[in-house]
């Protein structure tokens, strides 16, 4: 049911389309059929490389082409590839004033949007643009920091933009526009609400309590509210209470439940709708604690990352949706990236190693590993027509999978 709607709020996509963060509807799940099975004992072949500067935001596919969002010297770089040869098509340059206050690098974070014939990109430091996807030439751009006095975060700002209902939504995180709708033609402000702080969370959408909700985990909790005008359906207080913590996972919507899971001795929740209010199906710390990774939903199981990602020892899970049942745990595999494809799943672990395992409640059944990047490899990679996109802190890759 979520894929569903996620595809009915987006506009018309080719099949083969990764255009956002988590891919066509938000989930983590590619429609791909046909990947080959039989990875070379090298691993899948690479079709070509190029040089990257820094930043965690994931490539996005759309026609034929990949857009990269990153960061060489002082300038914030948005470049249009053709997905097939990694010849660059177009190329824009915006200066940015961010600079990372722990030493991890000085980003971007938030994944592109493509949409509406545009390009959305949202810098570390706020810098909010729309460009032409078919020239790269700039429609509009606005600072988010100067413009609603929003917190730049622990790491800057790196909440994914969504388009939903016909607008552009962001988790600001300022008091009295704590999630704003722009308008994706002009970048004119459309509504605001809320007062809650930004998370590195992205959001997403689908049916909740009979209606279609763009859905945010904000640094306080869930937000769940009408994308069109901004009125506020569902609130849920859901975060840690170590001041030094992050919510980041994005949230899942199915049935018509919706699962959070955050990390710092917080866990994760199932919510369904009750009313005006909302009622824990189940919630505890054991089950699946993600960190910044979001899990994916494959038939009545979640396939995700328990733990945090310091030292190395968290755990790829397999957990039942309805009831948090742990139905296998693979020690020591680290946070991962997951794409859910054809009955299995793609991670992408931050050693930087391609791994495929069977999307089954059985046991753990790995069928293929390749290491393809470096460590730190944290950006969300995309999949489209049969092409794996993935980047670490100095190349982005292409790799054929079919």
Known sequence: ?????????????????????????????????????DWPKDGPAIAWKMPVGTGWAGPVVSAGKVI?????????????LDAATGKEHWKHAAPTRYRDDFGFDNGPRATPLIADGKVFTLGANGDLQALDFATGKANWRRNLIADYAAPKGFFGIGSSPLMAGGKLLINVGSRGAGIVAFDPAS???AWKATDDAASYSSPTAGVFGGATLAVFLTRQGLVALEPENGKVRYTFPWRPRLNESVNAATPLVADGEVFLSVSYSTGAVLLKPSGAELEEVWSNDKSLSCHYNTPVRVGEFLYGIHGRQEGGAAQLRCVAWKTGEVKWSEARFGVASLIAVDGSVLALTEDGDLVRFDASAESYKERGRARLL???????????DGRFFARDGSQLICVELK
């Open 1 to 37: 049911m979520n894929r569903l709607v996620g595809l009915f709020l987006l506009p018309v996509l080719l099949a083969a389309d990764w255009p956002q963060y988590l891919g066509p509807t938000r989930d983590g799940h590619s429609p791909e059929t046909g990947l080959r099975k």
């Open 68 to 80: 990269i969002f990153h960061r060489v010297g002082d300038d914030e770089i948005t470049a249009c």
């Open 187 to 189: 970048g004119r402000e």
């Open 374 to 384: 470096a460590k730190p490899t944290r950006a969300a990679p995309a999949l489209a």
